[in-house]
């Protein structure tokens, strides 16, 4: 299995941006597609953004489609999740997760591996 530490969370007005980081240990972490997924008081934990292990193929909700970019460094064992124009509805925790194979997934019994999350806070 891969550890998952995230970064990068904090308090933002609407319409601003953040970055988020994950960072994986581990030498196989090519091996690994991931995902961001977000759960906000009182909701399931929801799908946000997938990426293949190469990075070549992406997958978004249609909630962030255009707003949230994923992308990753397998040379530094990081995925990042760009977040521009937030909405107070992007309030979250937000993970960062792992799962053995190629393929992007949108669902959480898909993932092995989870992080242990980040506060994003959006105020209007």
């Known amino acids: 299995q891969v550890q998952l530490v995230e970064s990068g969370g904090g308090l933002v007005q609407a319409g601003g941006s953040l970055r988020l980081s994950c960072a994986a240990s581990g030498r196989t972490f090519s091996s690994y597609a991931m995902g961001w997924f977000r759960q906000a008081p009182g909701k399931e934990r929801e799908f946000v953004a997938g990426i293949t292990w190469s990075g070549g193929r992406t997958y978004y909700a249609d909630s962030v489609k255009g707003r949230f970019t994923i992308s990753r460094d397998n040379a530094k064992n990081m995925v990042y999740l760009q977040m521009n124009s937030l909405k107070p509805e992007d309030t979250a925790v937000y993970y960062c997760?792992?799962?053995?194979?190629?393929?992007?997934?949108?669902?959480?019994?898909?993932?092995?591996?989870w992080g242990q999350g980040t506060q994003v806070t959006v105020s209007s």
């Open positions: 997760a792992a799962r053995v194979g190629s393929n992007i997934a949108t669902m959480t019994p898909a993932f092995g591996s």
